[in-house]
């Protein structure tokens, strides 16, 4: 089994920064593909961004150039840095783990999930 818990949510203003991190309790972290998604209001949740194993990494178009997802496998911990950060923005975000060395990009490929950390951004 293993545990997931993000950290780092918050609520910010338009344009602003955050940093979100999940930790895994797992001690072969190192060998888990790790991504984030979210999910919105009345909306359905979507991917943002992945990493595998070894740091490769993927993005939603709608945060490609504002968002960097990176993992510190000595800390079990990866991190999702927001910048430019808009009110569409605004969503639960969820870390997941799965585990495996191919970057994993939809929702039933994940076997474990975070309960979510909110990010709000006001216009």
């Known amino acids: 089994q293993v545990q997931l818990e993000e950290s780092g949510g918050g609520l910010v203003q338009a344009g602003g920064s955050l940093r979100l991190s999940c930790a895994s309790s797992k001690r072969t972290f190192s060998r888990y593909a790790m991504g984030w998604f979210r999910q919105a209001p009345g909306k359905e949740r979507e991917f943002v961004a992945a990493i595998s194993w070894s740091g490769a990494s993927i993005y939603a178009d709608s945060v490609k150039g504002r968002f960097t997802l990176s993992r510190d496998n000595a800390k079990n911990t990866v991190y999702l840095q927001m910048n430019s950060l808009k009110p569409e923005d605004t969503a639960v975000y969820y870390c997941?783990?799965?585990?495996?060395?191919?970057?994993?990009?939809?929702?039933?490929?994940?076997?474990?999930w975070g309960q979510g950390t909110q990010v709000t951004v006001s216009s």
């Open positions: 997941a783990a799965d585990p495996g060395i191919r970057i994993r990009v939809s929702l039933n490929e994940y076997e474990y």
